[in-house]
């Protein structure tokens, strides 16, 4: 059974910090390229940042651009947001995402998504 599995949002003053996790099991997870998406109200979801299957590679939204980290844990099967300097914009639902292009098409997963609220 696929499972990804987001913890580490909370109440978080501007300016502050806080480290998301996504525990993945059930799946290859080494073979993935993973993602955090988030999704204020009424807005569309939209992509934060990716990191490659080894990590050797990342990318990120111009909005996050040095201010959130993504990193991986492949001994773990964890990915990780780490989000600085947060502004009440970053407030949303934040998803983790595992994909994998196939000869066929792709795979992907869904978290069920953690809160993050930035307000003083």
Known sequence: QV???ESGGG????????????????????SY???WYRQAPKKEREL????TT???STNYAD???????????NAKNTVYLQMSSLKPADTAVYYCNAF??????HLDYWGQGTQV???S
């Open 117 to 119: 609220t930035v307000s």
């Open 11 to 30: 109440l978080v003053q501007p300016g502050g910090s806080l480290r998301l996790s996504c525990a993945a099991s059930g799946f290859t997870f080494n």
């Open 33 to 35: 390229a993973m993602s």
């Open 100 to 105: 994998r292009r196939t000869s066929w098409g």
């Open 54 to 56: 080894t990590g050797g």
């Open 63 to 73: 909005s996050v651009k040095g201010r959130f980290t993504i990193s991986r844990d």
């Open 3 to 5: 499972q990804l599995v």
């Open 48 to 51: 934060v940042a990716t990191i």
